[in-house]
């Protein structure tokens, strides 16, 4: 792989607080090597914003491999950047070329507050998980584990769900802000497995009460949400998810 | 004296006795007792959920915007657990012994063993949570072996197994949460202990978004707050990961264990340059199929294609035969610096060996064509079928690494080099997991105590979930059943008013500096002092040097740092700066210690004490002690020693030849 550096124009929007209206600000870095990654660039720029007496760019981050789901950037108009299945801190600069301009927002979101340039609240996820998205056992209870064999191809898409990080890029992406693909694929992890089946039809009412109570929009089938996932989870969880919640409407047992 | 409370009576029955005899606090009494958690990785959530669970009022901190995102979740390769459902001759004894000896005899006995033994009851508890393991066609959970193990002990999920399995926990919290027995508070970090009358009785914590102070009384402390890695800068840790609650507590009046115990992880990738902000490692799970070597001639500038096969130095397998490529953590990573400080590195750098799937993907790509039925394959239609299967296997890591360096793994071999990852030491824990501190207890990799000198693969989340689903519930009983008399204190005690006094007295301190060199550049630079003088390899001299340097960065720190903003606001870099200042007390106590054990043992190898064969030697007769670091004041500490017993396990040379 050959390595270049480059020069770069970032335009990156700032606001003070929750209450601060915002603006785009334009910086100029320089000498970005193409083996940096899009945070790392980040990193540079806020040692010069130091050095310089500015404040530095506020932004969400912690593992830096792609797993915890902190970073949040919503670069050129598409969350996490240009890269397929992958999260903002495991873009790296090759993906630029000298001379680039690249625009970077938080996520936006009337259920996801700015609390500071590009951070935001997305504690709306945890109470979303509060209303139902777990199973209900307390510890020290169980069977033992090979008591409950469970189809290879079931555990895989449960596994294919639970791979869910929480980032919120799918809210990010959505026209409407909907928190559809998220809940889906909670609902769909834990649907899917035997353990899950008591409490699957309250989890899908108390879950979608919740994502519509925090402010989430409606679903519309775009799938713009499916395209930027960082984990590639799939859309047909929420058809799914909407089946889920009508069997769960429409059927009495108790 | 120290008195690590290990309960007498045979090692198997040790944990079984003391369950059957320790103190329980009656349901209506849990309901008056509150209980802090700092931090929710696997310790922490797990904890919360399993306190909240029995009755207790918990509050759980996390400096993260949501206890799901700890680092626990950045855990890949898997679980152990003595369940030995591959019939391959693993049991709970098997499991603790290939763990104290894994660690280099520098563990407790009595520790382990309850370790081995609630392993099974973890693998049980996660599948009902519905943690999604990876299962084989028969519906049954699959394993896989890990490095300084014979047996197939490791349970999976893909290479995430850390997030599955911290998503099982902060399920369980927030289903807590839901249930108003645990209070979460997220963007938050604890910046003091208060103790009263000898007792931890409650926090200092500083809400991140507002910046304000606030205190929050507790029965008991606990610290699940993770390793501290980061003081050598670059580590696999997350960004955030930090010892500030360790050190605090540390200050207070709990003791440090062993605090130059640090994991050095084999397989990361290598740096690429000075803008590096943190590693990136590849499972261990890797080395069960991939094959490690370097070129038998130094310096050797081909590409890893045009070098046959022959002239390839697949070292770990020539000088450990019975183990090879799964030798131990630090096994593996001194055998890397040694091949590559002899000149035979790879790649730009020189500083990485190649960690290559080609025989995998051919012996893989055989078998499947076997399966199918297809005869006479040619070599593309065997490769096709191979590289399908270590997708399957791998496919999440070998992406990783793609992303990282724009190198297909697939095609090439990748490359790697050791990395800091993990620390053995923490807080001095008795076997009730109590620090010094009467009512501070420290979980997980926080503390010191089940690893010894060196951690093997997987048992990080296996010990995690057992100090805080299966351990703590019974043993902070038998602390509490004491205290049911004792009242909520009102936060407005002198005691918390001293303590937050004295945060934000350092706080201002810190910003009134208004210095020249960011806080960044300051942590670079311990971690440079750290990996070059105290990192792999260590000696005297060295040591000493990095003593004198760490104390003149400490007070370039203190008179030089700039920190940008206020404190009444969202501020990284002032937490930053409160995280890096505890780093640089913290790097100078690895280094007295890491001078004071004048032995090599696990991840702790010190020059002056290597075999004819350069692998690490003890001195059992001098050092076969824990130790335990008092804080006295700056820059002092006195040493007290925990004698290891060895009633089972017999001390010996470790071999993985």
Same mark, same amino acid.
């Given at each position: ?147 409950? #064999?469970?189809? @290879? =191809?079931? /555990?895989?898409?449960?596994? %294919?769900?639970?791979?869910?990080? *929480?980032? !919120?890029? +799918? ?26 089946? #008591?409490?699957? @039809? =309250?989890? /899908?009412?108390?879950?979608? %009460?919740?994502?519509?109570?925090? *402010?989430? !929009?409606? +679903? ?35 | ?657």
């Amino acid at each position: 792989m050959e390595h270049y550096n480059m020069n770069l124009t970032l335009k990156v929007w700032r606001q003070k607080n929750k209450d601060d209206r915002g603006q785009f600000e334009t910086y100029q870095v320089k000498n970005i090597s193409s083996e940096m990654s899009f945070l790392e660039m980040f990193d540079v720029l806020n040692e010069e914003l130091i050095r310089d007496g500015k404040d530095p760019i506020t932004f969400d981050h912690d593992c830096r491999e792609g797993i915890c789901g902190a970073c949040s950037m919503y670069i050129d108009g598409r969350p996490h950047g240009p890269w397929q299945a992958n999260t903002t801190c495991q873009l790296h600069m090759r993906a630029y070329k000298d001379g680039d301009t690249i625009v970077v927002e938080p996520w936006r979101a009337q259920a996801f507050p700015v609390i500071k340039d590009l951070m935001v609240d997305r504690t709306a996820f945890d109470r979303i998980i509060q209303a139902g998205g777990y199973i209900s056992i307390n510890t020290g209870n169980p069977v033992d584990a090979n008591a409950i #064999p469970i189809e @290879k =191809d079931k /555990a895989d898409l449960a596994f %294919a769900n639970a791979a869910c990080i *929480g980032c !919120g890029a +799918c809210v990010a992406s959505c026209k409407n802000s909907s928190a559809m693909l998220f809940v889906s694929a909670k609902v769909s992890h834990l649907a899917l497995l035997p353990q899950g089946d #008591p409490e699957r @039809k =309250d989890r /899908a009412l108390n879950m979608i %009460a919740q994502m519509d109570k925090e *402010g989430f !929009g409606g +679903c519309t089938n775009t799938g713009a949400c499916e395209a930027v996932c960082p984990k590639e989870i799939s859309i047909s969880n929420i058809a799914r998810l909407n089946s889920e919640y009508l069997r769960a409407g429409f059927t009495v047992d108790k | 004296m120290l008195n690590s409370r290990i309960p007498a009576g045979p090692l198997e029955n040790k944990w079984t006795d003391y369950k059957g005899h320790c103190k329980l606090v009656n349901p209506a009494n849990k309901r008056h007792i509150e209980i802090i958690i700092i931090g929710t990785g696997l310790a922490g959530a797990s904890a919360a959920a399993a306190l909240g669970e029995l009755g207790y009022k918990v509050k759980t901190f996390c400096f993260q915007d949501s206890p799901r995102r700890a680092h626990s979740i950045a855990a890949q390769g898997g679980i152990n657990a003595a369940k030995n459902y591959q019939n391959d001759g693993d049991s709970v004894f098997r499991l603790f012994y290939d763990t104290v000896k894994g660690g280099d005899y520098r563990a407790r006995e009595g520790n382990v063993h309850r370790l081995a033994e609630v392993s099974a009851n973890i693998i049980d508890q996660c599948v009902a949570q519905g943690v999604p393991f990876a299962r084989e066609y028969g519906g049954l959970l699959s394993n896989r072996s890990f490095g300084g193990t014979q047996v197939q002990r490791t349970f999976y999920a893909a290479g995430q197994t850390g997030q599955q399995l911290l998503i099982g926990a902060y399920q369980a919290l927030e289903r807590q949460i839901a249930l108003g027995n645990v209070i979460q508070y997220s963007r938050h970090e604890m910046l003091d202990i208060v103790k009263i009358d000898g007792k931890a009785r409650g926090i200092i914590a500083r809400n991140l978004v507002t910046g304000e102070l606030e205190r929050h009384f507790g029965h008991a402390v606990l610290l699940c707050t993770g390793g501290y890695g980061n003081v050598f800068y670059l580590s696999t840790n997350a960004m955030g990961s930090n010892v500030t609650a360790a050190w605090k507590a540390h200050v207070k009046g709990a003791y440090f264990g062993n605090p130059c115990y640090t994991q050095i992880h084999p397989t990361c990738i290598p740096v690429s340059g000075d803008h590096q902000s943190k590693l990136t490692l590849m499972s261990e799970s890797l080395r069960n199929d991939g094959r490690i070597w370097v070129p038998k001639k130094q310096g050797d500038a081909r590409k890893a294609s045009e070098i046959p096969e022959e002239e390839r130095d697949y070292y770990l397998e020539r000088r450990y035969p019975a183990f090879g490529n799964l030798v131990p953590r630090d096994v593996a990573s001194r055998a890397a610096k040694e091949r590559c400080d002899a000149g035979f590195g790879v790649g730009t750098s020189k500083q990485a060996v190649y960690l290559d799937y080609a025989d995998a993907i051919q012996r893989y790509g055989k078998i499947e064509c076997r399966k199918l039925g297809i005869n006479n394959p040619d070599a593309e239609t065997i490769r096709k079928q191979g590289v399908a299967v270590v997708k399957a296997k791998y496919g999440n890591l070998f992406d990783m690494y793609e992303k990282i360096t724009g190198e297909n793994p697939y095609e090439v071999p990748m490359r790697i080099y050791p990395a800091v990852h993990y620390t053995m030491g923490g807080l001095w824990v008795d076997y009730e997991l109590m620090t010094t501190v009467p009512g501070l207890y420290c979980l997980g990799e926080a503390n010191f105590s089940d690893h010894g000198a060196n951690r093997l693969g997987a048992s990080a989340l296996m010990q995690g979930l057992a100090d805080g689903y299966f351990v703590i519930p019974y043993t902070i009983g038998n602390y509490l059943a004491d205290d049911i008399r004792t009242k909520p204190i009102p936060t407005t005690d002198p005691a918390f008013e001293a303590a937050e006094k004295e945060v934000r007295a350092r706080i201002e301190r810190l910003m009134g500096i208004k210095g020249k060199q960011t806080v960044e550049s300051f942590h670079k630079r311990l971690g440079k002092i750290m990996w070059d003088k105290c990192g792999m390899a260590r000696n005297e001299k060295g040591l000493q040097e990095a003593i004198v340097e760490i104390q003149q960065l400490k007070k370039e720190f203190w008179s030089d740092v700039r920190i940008p903003g206020g404190v009444l606001e969202m501020n990284p870099e002032l937490d930053k700066a409160n995280r890096v200042a505890d780093f640089i007390e913290l790097g100078e106590l690895m280094c007295k210690d890491a001078l004071n054990r004048r032995e090599s043992c696990g991840g702790h190898f010190r020059e002056e004490s290597q075999t004819e064969e350069g692998e690490a030697m003890r001195d059992d007769n001098n050092f076969q002690y824990v130790a335990a670091w008092e804080f006295k004041s700056d820059s002092s500490w006195e040493l007290h020693k925990e004698t290891l017993e060895f009633e089972v396990v017999k001390p010996s040379q470790r071999s993985y030849k």
